[in-house]
């Protein structure tokens, strides 16, 4: 019989394949996207019943946002004035909703989290499980209110009981510094459910944020999700970047092995078809080394 950390070692390497794999090839699942054209057709639109709350959700450590931010947050606050309520989550706050709605998840993984990072990535998923709404990072700028973004989700859907959409991003899948969703969203209960089995040390601090609680974390559970009455949509591009958002240098938590990782990636994108694939073999024969080293030294 394997032992716990044999499984657990197993685990990590199968999802770092994983994640090398989405990167690679970027092999899409049949994704329903919302683009320009289904934006101008469907946003003057009136639904009868709207699903998707009026709420912007944004975190910060305390109440005093960053002046790097000011223009950015303001934007956000100024655009929505009328047809949202805003809500500005402070660690103390993010700490007393996630322990009073996801009891067992506070107190078995997510106090535990080595990183910040990783507690506010986990809260996104919390709070737009149980209140719905959208998520949007204080380094997005505003350029007009998001009503008409929602109208358009709503209108499109109008038989689904549960909406959802992410922008795409790169270097892989969805991003989750922009989320809309309906409440109790089915996808973010999944996401809820499996942070706990995500929950391992991806060998250094930017790909384990990736892989526990960021964008990747997302993106490999979006893919397989798959449901009839809970639409997931991504937001092409244009409708995300030119139309209703801009954007400030942001990414306050990456460190240098951030920095290498994405040089790496801008790197390796300029390589053919079969240079790509050794350079996935000699990556994948490396981690596998590693694994077996520390294996040997304990």
């Not at 706050?93 to 107190?107: C, L, S, T, W």
């Not at 990782?261 to 390796?268: A, D, E, F, G, R």
Request: proline share 3%.
């Amino acid at each position: 019989m394997y032992c716990r950390a044999c499984l657990r070692r197993l685990f990590v390497g199968a999802v770092l394949l994983l994640l090398i794999y989405f990167i690679v090839f970027r092999r899409r699942s049949s994704r329903v996207f919302l683009t320009e054209r289904d934006l101008n057709h469907f946003s003057r639109q009136t639904v009868s019943q709207r699903r998707i709350p009026r709420i912007i959700h944004q975190t910060w450590r305390t109440h005093r946002v960053p002046e790097r931010w000011n223009r950015t947050v303001e934007s956000v606050r100024r655009y929505n004035a009328l047809q949202f309520e805003y809500r500005l989550w402070t660690d103390d706050d993010i700490h007393e909703f996630v322990r009073e709605n996801e009891a067992d998840f506070y107190q078995h993984t997510f106090v535990k989290y080595p990183l910040n990072i990783q507690r506010v990535d986990a809260f996104r998923y919390v709070v737009l499980y149980h209140l719905g709404g959208i998520y949007i990072d204080m380094d997005n700028g505003c350029s007009q209110s998001f009503e008409s973004l929602l109208g358009a989700l709503e209108a499109l859907d109008p038989q689904s009981t549960h909406l959802a959409a992410f922008p795409r991003t790169s270097p892989i899948g969805i991003s989750n510094g922009f989320m809309i969703s309906t409440q109790g969203h089915p996808l973010f209960y999944i996401l809820i459910s499996r942070l706990l089995l995500f929950n391992h040390n991806y060998l250094i601090d930017y790909l384990t944020v990736m892989m526990t609680t960021g964008p990747t974390y997302l993106s490999i559970n979006e893919f397989y999700f798959s449901s009839e009455s809970a639409i997931v949509r991504v937001i092409d591009e244009i409708v995300y970047s030119s139309i209703y958002t801009w954007h400030t240098p942001g990414n306050s938590w990456h460190g240098r092995d951030a920095q290498w990782i994405l040089y790496i990636y801008h790197t390796i994108r300029k390589l053919s078809r079969t240079k790509l694939t050794c350079v996935v073999l000699i990556f994948a024969f490396a981690i596998l080394l590693i694994f077996c080293r520390r294996r040997k030294s304990r």
